[in-house]
């Protein structure tokens, strides 16, 4: 509750309550990453950074191997088609596309990599304590049936959609945009860091509500017989806003943007280089 006044008068304190009938309780201050981060560590230690390594892998080799292959064939045949040139609109369509597909592929390994970071915040009764990605997998699809590997893919598929379009698109647009005003010579390690740094940024901003959503869709539990927290994404939405506020939907923007960035750097740099590998090869 809200403290009352007090003033000091010489060793005294004199305390002045409030008599206001309608004081409102002051919520706890959340912990930032760096806390949680070092709250992970004395708790679980090192290894609890690294919770749900093994599905974010498996993730990852199914999801962007997908999207950033299926991006690249749609935007080579598109720009063909436009006569050498893709405007912005049709690079957000193929981000779209691939972004879509690449989720509904890796969404399996995706609940199980939601399910593995979250485990250690849960009561040591409710912890489910999973050995790897494939035990996780494994023990879904015998405790929940084969439907539980894709529950929330419609968040997740809408989320790798806004992800692919808005990171893809805007590192391509941003890259044009830095050769168009230095020359095709600026075509280096400097452009591509600046324009994957941006695309970072881009797809964090857009992609953190959906993710807010389809975090608390994949952890809710449902016990047998009674009905489930949220009845879908918009239930969830609506329920988290009326909670917690509209800025509850960019909870942990500031750690999506801490992992966006370098992952999203990392990416694009090594995609570049794998690039002039290939080029010029027909396969």
Request: charged letters at 20%; a positive charge.
């Amino acid at each position: 509750m809200r403290p009352a006044l007090a003033f000091h008068a010489g060793a005294q304190t004199v305390a002045i309550p409030h008599h206001h009938h309608h004081d409102i309780p002051v919520a706890p201050r959340k912990p930032g990453p760096v806390a949680v981060g070092a709250q992970i560590l004395r708790s679980e230690g090192a290894a609890g950074l690294f919770s749900g390594v093994s599905a974010t892998m498996l993730r990852q080799t199914l999801y962007s191997t997908t999207r950033m292959g299926l991006y690249d064939i749609l935007k080579t045949k598109w720009t063909k088609e436009n006569g050498g040139v893709l405007p912005l609109h049709r690079k957000i369509a193929a981000g779209l596309i691939a972004g879509g597909v690449g989720a509904a592929v890796g969404n399996p390994a995706d609940v199980a990599m939601v399910r593995m970071q979250a485990d250690g915040r849960l009561p040591l009764a409710d912890r489910r304590n999973y050995k790897s990605v494939g035990d996780a997998i494994k023990r879904m699809v015998h405790d929940e049936g084969v439907r539980s590997l894709w529950r929330g893919s419609s968040l997740t598929i809408n989320r790798a959609m806004i992800v692919t379009a808005s990171q893809l698109a805007t590192y391509d647009q941003a890259k044009e945009a830095i050769l168009a005003h230095r020359g095709a010579g600026a075509d280096g390690l400097a452009t591509h860091v600046t324009a994957s740094f941006a695309a970072g940024i881009v797809a964090a901003a857009a992609s953190n509500p959906v993710d807010v959503v389809k975090t608390r869709m994949m952890n809710m539990k449902v016990a047998p017989g009674a009905p489930p927290p949220y009845a879908g994404a918009v239930d969830c939405a609506l329920k988290t806003v009326r909670a917690e506020g509209p800025m509850a939907l960019y909870k942990g923007f500031i750690p999506t943007v801490m992992r966006q960035g370098p992952f999203t750097v990392v990416l694009f740099v090594t995609l570049e280089q794998v690039r002039k590998v290939f080029k010029g090869m027909d396969f």
